[in-house]
């Protein structure tokens, strides 16, 4: 079965330096990765999504993320964090059947937990 | 575009009595909504998905007559907690797939919060 791994649950920048969430992934085929956004009490907003083609993917806010076949990773990247970026982030897999096929359920990682201090 | 509402937002009530959740797409029509239960401090976790006009499907382990969920029209499904008892205390969300659009996007409510006390 696919499933997302991020291994940090929690992590504390400084306002303005560089950001790096790490997401891991098992899958056979070729997976569909996503990464969302979740501020406390709210929804999740998607940042930005891989299916195919350019493994750099860029997101809205500013953020992009690598597809890595070799290290199942779908990292997930600022340049310049700002304090408005605290959230929660949370890595996903759509889930698929045997064949392939597509049933369109996401899993999620555990979730990191984002803090910026100023 | 592409905004889903859920409502209400915050609910809390006696153990025994029965919540329903709506979730509303309000600028689109969504063929397949999912709805997702948090924990605190954990992910999200599927708890079925709901097709319009058909029965919902349930995720292992998840009691489908304790969580009744109806996709009456292309824009409201709801999700019905019956019975409800402290352990069913968790933020509930759902999200909605575009008609004709697949389910590569997914659109996410804000959210409801369920206290049973």
């Known amino acids: 079965a696919q499933s997302v791994t991020q291994p940090d649950i929690h992590i504390t920048v400084s306002e303005g330096a560089s950001l790096e969430l790490r997401c891991n992934y098992s899958?056979?085929?070729?997976?569909?990765l996503f990464w969302y956004v979740q501020s406390p009490g709210q929804g999740l907003q998607l940042l930005l999504k891989?299916?195919?083609?350019?493994?750099l993917v860029q997101g809205i806010k500013g953020f992009e993320a690598e597809f890595k076949r070799s290290q199942s990773s779908f990292n997930l990247r600022k340049p310049s964090v700002h304090w408005s970026d605290a959230a929660e982030y949370f890595c996903a897999v759509v889930t698929t059947n045997a064949g392939g096929t597509s049933y369109g359920k996401l899993t999620f990682g555990q979730g990191t937990i984002l803090t910026v201090h100023p | 575009g592409a905004v889903v509402s859920q409502h209400p937002s915050r609910v809390i009530c006696k153990s025994g009595t029965s919540v329903k959740i709506e979730c509303r797409s309000l600028d689109f029509q969504a063929t397949t909504m999912f709805w997702y239960r948090q924990f605190p401090k954990q992910s999200l976790m599927l708890m079925a998905t709901?097709?319009?006009?058909?029965?919902?499907?349930?995720e292992q382990g998840v009691e489908k007559d304790k969580f009744l969920i109806n996709h009456a029209s292309l824009t409201l499904s709801t999700l019905t907690v019956t019975s409800a008892h402290p352990e069913d205390s968790s933020f509930y969300i759902c999200s909605a797939g575009l008609a004709g659009g697949g389910w590569e996007t997914q659109y996410f409510g804000p959210g409801t919060r369920l206290l049973v006390l």
């Open positions: 891989y299916f195919s083609g350019d493994t």
């Open positions: 709901s097709n319009e006009g058909s029965k919902a499907t349930y």
């Open positions: 899958y056979g085929a070729t997976p569909y």
